[in-house]
């Protein structure tokens, strides 16, 4: 589990980061709703791709 779950993560987080994006470009759709949201998630989603990417990187050592 601890060899799987950064990746898991980080896959997550990179599809919320691109319907983040897809929202901000098409805002229409509003796909993730009020902007409340939007800077949290944005910040979560940062902050969990670097942990991955650090974690993943720290495995492979």
């Known amino acids: 589990m601890k060899r799987i779950l950064p990746h898991i993560c980080l896959d997550l987080a990179v599809i919320f980061l691109v319907l983040w994006i ?27 791709i670097v942990e991955s990417v650090l974690w993943i990187r720290d495995q492979r050592k």
Not at 27 to 44: C, E, H, T
């Open 22 to 48: 897809i929202d901000r470009i098409n805002g229409p759709m509003n796909m993730l709703g009020r902007d409340v949201f939007k800077i949290p998630l944005l910040a979560f989603l940062l902050l969990v």
